[in-house]
């Protein structure tokens, strides 16, 4: 069905409205979380871990004022007794000050014990990173491993990181996907006009929506790329939109 001008025109200031909103703001807090694991992969580096230690994790986010936790688990994986040592690094507020701690426990075969380490929003350094990595020492044939993690602490009132988190992914999603879906109603409804403005929204919106939910699993590494090639197809949807000029 045929959209009547006055129509077309505001659904087309709100499909992009949204889709720009979801943009922004989609860069913006994956470009944060990139942020947190670039800085922590320089924090407190050792030879001592071989192979990564998949079972840290650590909140995306923190808010002011806020406490949380960050645990990791010793396992052993062997059909032998084991000892493991663990070394844990946290900041203290400084990047200079790191609150260290170790944990030593004997593991039977198949066994695994967790470790807990208690973090603050004052622990961040700059104001506002927290850097922590932990590392657990060799024991043959048991290999050493390490994992460091950023967490950004941002300055909102009122509300925890994991709302935070939550907010921010239900804007993006509804930002990219709800402007894209609309923006395709309109094309419909003008026999096929703006398929440039159309083809790049869907490209950002799979690219973004791919690289930040692979980032929150922890592949950092692709999220970056993903990252760069996000960015770069924003900047040429926004010049070539300038040029076409739907509006």
């Known amino acids: 069905m045929m959209l009547k001008l006055q129509n077309r025109v505001f659904y087309r200031w709100l499909a992009m409205g949204l889709f720009v909103m979801g943009l922004i703001w989609g860069l913006l807090f994956w470009g944060v979380l990139l942020a ?103 024991n043959n044939p048991l290999p050493g491993q390490t994992a460091a993690c950023g967490i950004p602490v941002l300055p909102v009132p009122l509300v925890t990181g994991g709302q935070l988190t939550a907010v921010s992914l239900f804007t993006i999603v509804v930002g990219l996907v709800g402007g894209t879906a609309i923006w395709k109603m309109i094309e419909k409804s003008d026999h096929g006009r703006g398929p440039e403005t159309d083809r790049g929204m869907i490209g950002m919106t799979i690219t973004l929506l791919l690289g930040l939910t692979i980032t929150i699993w922890g592949w950092w590494f692709p999220g970056i790329a993903l990252f760069i090639i996000t960015f770069l197809m924003a900047l040429s949807w926004v010049l070539k939109t300038e040029e076409v000029q739907h509006f």
Not at 44 to 50: A, C, D, I, N, Q
Not at 94 to 107: G, K, M, P, V, Y
């Open 36 to 138: 947190g694991h670039l800085e922590a992969s320089r924090f407190e580096t050792t030879p001592l871990g071989e192979t990564g230690l998949d079972t840290l994790r650590c909140p995306l986010l923190l808010t002011t004022g806020e406490t949380n936790e960050i645990t990791a688990v010793l396992e052993n994986p062997s059909d032998r007794e084991r000892r493991r040592t663990a070394y844990t690094f946290v900041t203290d507020g400084s990047i200079l000050l790191a609150r260290e701690e170790t944990f030593r426990t004997t593991l039977a075969p198949g066994q695994s014990e967790q470790i807990v380490l208690p973090i603050h929003a004052s622990d961040a350094a700059w104001d506002w990173m927290i850097l922590a990595r932990v590392v657990v020492l060799r």
